[in-house]
């Protein structure tokens, strides 16, 4: 398939980043996260200001900026893997009305698979390289690799506020999964396996 339109979903911790960058450049498409597009285009002026604004002062970015910013991130893209967006109904509805999607495919995982892989993920406060306790260690346990200062847990990477993410995601997202659903445009994909096992998969739902 050429150049196609996708959208994948998954709560944290699903594989979303790794499988979305895959795919970008499997069919050589624009890879589009709401993070980056916001930092990309934080001084875009629209109706409800620039993204810059909520951003500096710690606030949700509101829907109708987020929207125009995923505007701008497509304008020039022929192809595109949507990781991050749509987050909630009102931006699915919005989504529907600009572009015209290919795939939309859904990483299923355990919940405790995604919260054994996001309180185990450990940083280095010095260089920021990133380990994991199980799929990812240090050579020395607790020491990074590159410079050697001891490795942290992120405050957002323990299990009271993994399970709190998820919550969040389960109230706010998932009736997006299900919204795709009723549509008949959603596949779900198992994201409990490799990451070669996943992107197979993912591989043989964009060209099904």
Known sequence: ????????????????GTQ?????EEYD???VTTGDALRANRDV????????EYMEAGELVPDPVVNEIVVEALADADGFVLDGYPR??????????IVDLDTVASLSVPEDELVRRLTGRRICPDCDATYHVEFAPPAEAGSCDD????????DDDTEDTVRERLRVYEENTAPVVDH???????????????????????RETVEA
């Open 88 to 97: 909630n109904l009102d931006q699915a509805e919005f989504l529907a009305d």
């Open 147 to 154: 410079c050697g200062a001891e490795l942290t847990q992120r």
């Open 45 to 52: 002026e629209t109706d409800h200001g620039t993204p810059r």
């Open 20 to 24: 979305s960058t895959r795919l970008a």
């Open 1 to 16: 398939m050429n150049q196609p339109q996708i959208i994948l979903l998954g709560p944290p911790g699903a594989g979303k």
């Open 180 to 202: 795709y659903r009723e549509t008949g445009k959603l596949t779900e994909v198992d994201g409990d396996g490799t990451p070669d096992e996943v992107f197979t998969a993912l």
């Open 29 to 31: 498409v624009d890879h």
